[in-house]
Every structure is written in structure tokens, then in C-alpha cells.
């Protein structure tokens, strides 16, 4: 009669077992604390070794006799073990820049001053003012993943101005077939930063469940400022913002996903210098340096004329500052063909 072979459940120890779930593969992880993790949006062994022990015990909760802190603490740093500790070369690290794939905006000047468009593993920002196309971005990138990667997306909204009739307009425009966008495309509507700060939290699972390239919040800010005024508030405002903004961070790093936010702007404090062109002095950014410092490209969004838009890269990891002008149209961003026209005209 031939031996049956031991299931995970049995086996938990040996240099030579092999596990369906890689929860398993960390030292201390059971069978059934293992599927506490999963319940609570943990897939894999990154998902633990990136996690704060303090916040891996809050979003599981004490389980008396199977999790507290101290064991969030031990499988945190076995997790971290698990995972082999990189040094590369420039050159290593050259060829794997490479190898981002760049998802286009539909606007080609916006696309030349990103070095080519939307970056998979890194954040971009997007800050503007009310009616610039900070949503429009989002949808028009959101759909091209779709068309050009065949990978889905995630939208993330917190103000509730998603629409699937907008979004099936321009992916008609963009040549994307409706049934693709109508299964490739995930929406959370979320309210409030708790749900917020959950949604987020939770995404392992819904990127490895739905092969996500791409994630869209519009906008992050918004939330906050709603339920964190004035300056008393700040401190617990920016921590928690910051915890939304190095999660999406990691996710990019992490599945080599494209991650774009946007943003809100307000009025300056103090009067600028008369002399003072620039946008992003004028009418800051919201989230303060919080956000700053965590995006890798930062566009400001503008309205030059009815129909013309300015994009400027205020702030880029690698990139110069630059300028580039758009239009909005029924196929969401594009190309600027009335500044074209005034050329041909001029010319």
C-alpha cells in the first residue's frame, strides 16, 4: 500500500517540504494562524517581512493563545529571513529600471516630460485644482493598462466621481473592448480614513486576485482634511496620511504596479513675491511634505483657456522640471489639437 504523503497541516518543519500556501514557509506561522492572516489581507511572505509588528497586530487583533504582539514581532522578523537581502550594482539596478513598463497618458507632451508616461514601481502625484482632469488622468490611465498590458486596474474613490458610463465613453474612444474594461476594471468607493486606511491595507489580496498594474486614488487628501482640521489635528492627519501613501508605496515596489494620486490644492498662507510664477507656490499642494517626499513625479494640473490645460513637473526623483499642455476630451486626455492648429496657423 503506498504512503500517504503528510498534508501542510502535518508538515510544519524539515528542510525539504514543499507548501501550496507560503504563509507556511515562515517560521512560526500554523496552518490556522496562517488563515487569520489571509483573512485579514495577508498572501505572502513580502506582505508580513514589509509590515510593521504594531500595525500586523492591529489589523489581526488579539487571539488569545494564537496572536498578540509579541508573536506579530517574531513572524515579522522570520518573514524578513525568508526574504534575501539585495545588494546590486549600478548596473544591476540600471537594467531593472529598464525593465518598468511605462503606461502612456494619451498626450504625448505629458508623456515626454514623464520620460515617457506613467512608471510601473513608483508613485506619481497629481495636484490641481477643481476641474483640471486630475479624475480624467486616472480613468485614461486606468483604461490604457487595460488596452496596452492586459492587466487590470483599481480605482479608489473617495469623493464618489467615478462613473462607469464615462469610463465605457473613453475606453470606446481609446479602442478598448467594453467587455475587457467592464471585468478588468475594480472599483472601491470608500468613505471616510478609516475605510480608507482598510481598503488600502487590504490590496494584496485584491492585486494578486485580479492582476492589478494599476491603482488610482482619487483623491487621497480629501478625507483627511475633512476629519483632521486645524493644527491640533495635524500630527494624527499627517501619520495616518502617510501610512495610506508608504503602503501604495510598497505595493508599486513590491508587484512592479503603476500607483497615481492625486491631489488637492489650497490657497497660500501668506502673499507670494509679485515676481512668483510658479504653480505650486501660488496654490500649494495639500498633505504638506508628507506627500511631497513619497511621490516620485509630482504633475501640477492648470487651466490655461477653456479648452487647454498645463501640466507642470514641479518635483521628480530623476526628471527636470517641465511643462507640457493638454486638452480633455470625450476620449478623456489628449493631445492639445488647438495649440497645434494656432502653430500651423503661426507658421
Not at 507560503?22 to 500554523?30: D, E, F, N, R
Not at 492585486?207 to 487621497?220: C, E, H, P, Q, Y
Request: with cysteine; aromatic share 6%.
Amino acid at each position: 500500500m503506498a504512503e500517504e504523503k503528510p498534508s501542510n497541516e502535518d508538515v510544519l518543519g524539515g528542510e525539504e517540504e514543499t507548501y501550496a500556501d507560503p504563509l507556511l514557509k515562515i517560521k512560526g506561522v500554523t496552518p490556522r494562524l496562517a488563515a487569520v492572516l489571509r483573512d485579514a489581507g495577508y498572501f505572502s511572505i513580502e506582505s508580513i517581512a514589509i509590515e510593521p509588528p504594531h500595525i500586523l497586530f492591529e489589523r489581526v487583533g488579539e487571539r488569545p493563545g494564537l496572536f498578540g504582539l509579541k508573536k506579530a514581532e517574531e513572524i515579522t522578523a522570520e518573514a524578513r529571513k525568508c526574504l534575501k537581502i539585495r545588494v546590486m550594482t549600478l548596473e544591476e539596478l540600471e537594467i531593472e529600471e529598464a525593465r518598468r513598463q511605462v503606461i502612456t497618458t494619451n498626450c504625448k507632451e505629458i508623456d515626454n516630460l514623464l520620460g515617457g508616461g506613467i512608471r510601473t514601481g513608483e508613485l506619481t502625484g497629481v495636484s490641481g485644482a477643481y476641474g483640471v482632469g486630475k479624475t480624467e488622468l486616472v480613468f485614461t490611465v486606468a483604461l490604457n493598462v487595460v488596452k496596452l498590458l492586459n492587466a487590470g486596474s483599481w480605482i479608489i474613490d473617495t469623493e464618489g466621481t467615478t462613473s462607469a458610463a464615462r469610463l465605457l465613453q473613453i475606453s470606446e474612444g481609446l479602442g478598448v473592448p467594453l467587455n475587457s474594461v467592464k471585468k478588468a476594471v475594480v472599483y472601491s468607493r470608500v468613505i471616510g480614513t478609516a475605510d480608507l486606511i482598510a481598503t488600502i491595507e487590504h490590496g494584496h489580496g485584491v492585486i494578486a486576485d485580479r492582476n492589478i498594474k494599476f491603482i488610482g486614488v482619487d483623491t487621497l487628501v480629501n478625507p483627511f482634511r475633512a476629519e483632521y482640521p486645524g493644527r491640533d489635528l495635524l500630527p494624527t492627519r499627517q501619520f495616518k496620511l502617510n501610512r495610506c501613501l508608504r503602503r501604495l508605496l510598497d505595493y508599486a515596489r513590491m508587484y512592479d504596479l503603476a500607483v497615481l494620486v492625486t491631489n488637492q490644492v489650497h490657497a497660500a498662507p501668506h502673499a507670494a513675491s509679485p515676481y512668483e510664477t510658479r504653480p505650486e507656490v501660488l496654490n500649494p499642494p495639500t498633505g504638506g511634505n508628507v506627500f511631497l517626499y513619497c511621490v516620485n513625479n509630482h504633475l501640477y494640473l492648470e487651466r490655461v483657456s477653456s479648452r487647454l490645460f498645463r501640466a507642470t513637473l514641479i518635483d521628480s526623483s530623476y526628471l527636470p522640471r517641465g511643462q507640457a499642455v493638454y486638452a480633455i476630451s470625450e476620449h478623456g486626455i489628449s493631445d492639445a489639437k488647438e495649440k497645434k492648429a494656432e502653430e500651423a496657423a503661426g507658421s
